[in-house]
Nanobody, 121 residues
Framework: QVQLVESGGGSVQAGGSLRLSCAAS??????????MYWYRQTPGKARELVAK???????RYSDSAKGRFTISRDNAKNTVYLQMHSLKPEDTAVYYC?????????????WGQGTQVTVFS
């Protein structure tokens, strides 16, 4: 099995920055990763896509993230990052990483446990 472990959440004043990380690891199974994503969710709302980075590095952002957030990946470390600047109170949410993991030629959908981001004014 593959595990995704997020880190970097916390509380920050509006206008501040945070960097989230999500590392994929396994106890021995060989795997590769296609696209990696960051989602976020607030209570009572559906999980929404924030950003995506494809295997070859192309990126896509939600309208709310464009110009403020940057997604990147380090394939050697099986890690995806989300650099967030100019944070707003409405960015407060639990942030989840998601990855399309390939094992033995089959693609599986894996999620991290989530990390809380709180932006206070």
């Amino acid at each position: 099995q593959v595990q995704l472990v997020e880190s970097g959440g916390g509380s920050v004043q509006a206008g501040g920055s945070l960097r989230l990380s999500c590392a994929a690891s396994t106890s021995g199974t060989a795997f590769s990763i296609n696209a990696m994503y960051w989602y976020r969710q607030t209570p009572g709302k559906a999980r929404e896509l924030v950003a995506k980075v494809a295997g070859e590095g192309s990126t896509r952002y939600s309208d709310s993230a464009k110009g403020r957030f940057t997604i990147s990946r380090d394939n050697a470390k099986n890690t995806v990052y989300l650099q967030m600047h100019s944070l707003k109170p409405e960015d407060t949410a639990v942030y989840y990483c998601n990855a399309d993991v390939v094992i033995d030629g089959f693609q599986y959908d894996y999620w991290g446990q989530g990390t809380q981001v709180t932006v206070f004014s």
